[in-house]
């Protein structure tokens, strides 16, 4: 059985700093990219970053770029979301996300159950 | 970056009736390389995270129940949920995975009338 478990969040300052991780478990972890996906209080789903499974390449959204930082230890099967310059409008549920096997780019087949970053003075 | 919207923002429906929700890309997100096109559905209940229903725009997940279908190609895409339960009260999304950035739709509401 997949599991993915998040850890990390909580409140924090405006410009403060934060790193979630997810513990991964039930997979070949290092197979895998990973991802993750962040919902503001009673909004959508938001795509926040994608790490390739040998972490050699990375993607993030514009509204994250050069404040956030996605990381992977593979001998750990775990996660990292390193977050940066905070803003309140980074406040959100973040949840990390396995995809579907296959190729690059895949909907997600597992999410874990999210940590809530609070972002306020 | 392709932008997803959804229609209508919330719906309700009987027991037993059909629902449907209604996704448009602002591009398509149709390969030619393999003529599949890169459209997810995911169904999320309070509180938990969203689960996968459908990719390729109509192949359901395993496990997902016959009674919710994806239907559509190109830039237009249903999901369809043919006879509606109590427990399919949700919040719906869409999402493309043709590029990145990845986007979701805004989301459907099905409420039970």
């Known amino acids: 059985e997949v599991l993915l478990l998040e850890s990390g969040g909580g409140l924090v300052q405006p410009g403060g700093s934060l790193r979630l991780s997810c513990a991964a478990s039930?997979?070949?972890?290092?197979?895998?990219?990973m991802y993750w996906v962040r919902q503001a209080p009673g909004k959508g789903l938001e795509w926040v970053s994608r790490?390739?499974?040998?972490?050699?390449?990375?993607y993030y959204a514009d509204s994250v770029k050069g404040r956030f930082t996605i990381s992977r230890d593979n001998s750990k099967n775990t996660l990292y979301l390193q977050m940066n310059s905070l803003k309140a409008e980074d406040t959100a549920v973040y949840f990390c996300?396995?995809?579907?096997?296959?190729?690059?780019?895949?909907?997600?087949?597992?999410w874990g159950q999210g940590t809530l970053v609070t972002v306020s003075s | 970056d392709i932008v997803m919207t959804q229609s209508p923002d919330s719906l309700a429906v009987s027991l037993g009736e059909r629902a449907t929700i209604n996704c448009k890309s602002s591009?398509?997100?149709?390969?030619?390389?393999?003529?599949?096109?890169?459209l997810a559905w995911y169904q999320q209940k309070p509180g938990q995270p969203p689960k996968l229903l459908i990719y390729?725009?109509?192949t359901r997940e395993s496990g997902v129940p016959d009674r919710f279908s994806g239907s559509g190609s190109g830039t237009d895409f249903t999901l369809t949920i043919s006879s509606l339960q109590a427990e399919d009260a949700a919040v719906y999304y869409c999402?493309?995975?043709?590029?990145?950035?990845?986007?979701f739709g805004p989301g459907t509401k099905v409420d039970i009338k």
């Open positions: 996300a396995k995809p579907l096997p296959g190729g690059n780019f895949y909907p997600f087949d597992n």
């Open positions: 039930g997979f070949t972890f290092s197979s895998y990219a």
């Open positions: 790490i390739s499974g040998s972490a050699a390449t990375t």
């Open positions: 591009q398509s997100v149709l390969h030619s390389s393999n003529n599949k096109s890169y």
């Open positions: 390729w725009a109509s």
């Open positions: 999402q493309q995975y043709y590029s990145m950035p990845l986007t």
